[in-house]
């Protein structure tokens, strides 16, 4: 079928489906699973080996995008840690399919490289960085819905109301599958890394290594690392901490409305988009960097049973990962060069994979003995990530989408 969309017009328009889902999973999935019958060590150590699997995925994912193509790559993985894990929970309820759903889930992520290479490519570079507001916007939009749930939490419990949100959500997130399938397409950048490997031009992954490291570039990959293992370990853990005695002791029906705050905040970042999208990158990155780290540290430290501190925290949290997000993936994958790109990008998230192999079954075991402990660590990379931003002189000026797909 021909048309005239982009693939990020592709992804926009069905990114919806998924955000109930994922906003959901953002408050609840984890004391979900633990209502399910999951230990937090359980659920540590699940997204641990998950890590390592991803680990192993982003290392081959350049190979195999340049064998099968960016989309694909993409279509499996989304399958598999989507569609057949939702349809898993969904139809056969048990603690061990949770169990091998949240390893599938986290362990498909390897296809993000893949992912993001597709959304940037055939884009001029003055539509991309608006492209992915839009999209970090689109992901929050399920968090206006979350609130409906309190009802549902109340009456049903944090294992009923999920799994009636699984029950919605499979669908929903089925449909948008099968709108990509039918409507993405192959990259130009994608196509010319095929033709490369099937007539064996290709330069060797070292070499491609050393192109996407160069420099500058070499910082924003240490800094992909250093947000992407505290967000990965945040995702996994804040809800446990922020329900737990010796923490913030919140209500199970009052996390449902953290995804709203997320919301609020994205859609102001989105609203003032015009006012700093022309900025300087760097100083960008460093105040989203300055919004991650006070909004991780509030929430370490909020008071008990107090949810307007930790709604307003969480709200800075989502504001700082949609304007990171929103300016380093786009900056990064457009400075890197066309045959590195996805190499790049997949050893770096290698690196964070293994971190948290590392480190979620190790935090997960001190939860419940020490969650502001746990909250704190996460803080620390951010923190890191914000002084190597300062300490950097200036970031490499990205090339013309057009430029880079006919490289």
Not at 162 to 177: D, F, S
Not at 352 to 357: C, E, F, R, Y
């Amino acid at each position: 079928m021909r048309h005239r969309w982009s693939n990020a017009l592709v992804i926009l328009w069905s990114e919806p489906s998924w955000s109930l889902v994922m906003a959901w999973q953002a408050s609840y999935q984890t004391i979900f699973l633990v209502a399910e019958g999951l230990s937090p060590v359980g659920v540590g150590l699940a997204v641990g080996a998950a890590g390592l699997l991803q680990a192993v995925g982003l290392t081959l994912v350049d190979t195999l995008t340049s064998r099968f193509g960016r989309k694909w790559v993409i279509q499996v993985g989304d399958f598999l840690g989507w569609v057949v894990v939702l349809g898993l929970w969904v139809l056969y309820p048990r603690p061990w399919t949770f169990a091998v759903g949240l390893v599938l889930m986290n362990a498909t992520a390897f296809v993000m490289p893949a992912w993001n290479s597709l959304f940037c490519e055939d884009l001029s570079s003055d539509r991309v960085t608006y492209y992915y507001l839009v999209l970090q916007l689109l992901g929050l939009l399920g968090g206006l819905a979350v609130p409906l749930l309190v009802p549902w939490v109340h009456t049903y419990g944090v294992k009923g109301s999920g799994a009636r949100v699984l029950a919605i959500g499979w669908p929903l997130v089925t449909a948008a599958w099968l709108m990509r399938l039918v409507w993405m397409r192959e990259s130009r950048a994608g196509r010319a890394a095929q033709h490369a490997h099937r007539t064996g031009v290709r330069a060797s992954i070292r070499h491609r290594i050393g192109q996407g490291t160069q420099g500058t570039l070499k910082t924003l990959a240490a800094l992909r690392v250093l947000v992407r293992v505290p967000i990965a370990l945040f995702t996994t853990l804040a809800p446990l901490v922020l329900v737990a005695s010796r923490a913030e002791a919140l209500s199970p029906a009052l996390l449902a409305y953290l995804p709203l705050a997320g919301s609020v905040a994205g859609g102001v970042v989105m609203a003032t988009h015009s006012r700093w999208h022309d900025r300087d990158p760097k100083h960008l990155l460093v105040m989203s960097l300055m919004l991650l780290t006070v909004g991780m540290a509030v929430l370490s430290f909020a008071p008990r049973g107090q949810v307007l501190p930790v709604m307003g925290a969480w709200a800075l949290v989502a504001a700082g990962q949609a304007w990171f997000w929103s300016v380093h993936t786009p900056l990064w994958v457009a400075s890197l060069p066309p045959v590195a790109r996805v190499t790049v990008q997949g050893w770096a998230g290698a690196v964070s994979a293994l971190l948290v192999t590392v480190l979620a079954p190790l935090l997960a075991a001190f939860v419940v003995a020490m969650p502001r402990l746990v909250a704190l660590l996460w803080v620390l990379p951010v923190a890191a990530g914000l002084v190597l931003m300062l300490a950097t002189p200036s970031l490499p000026a990205p090339l013309h989408g057009g430029e880079q797909a006919e490289a």
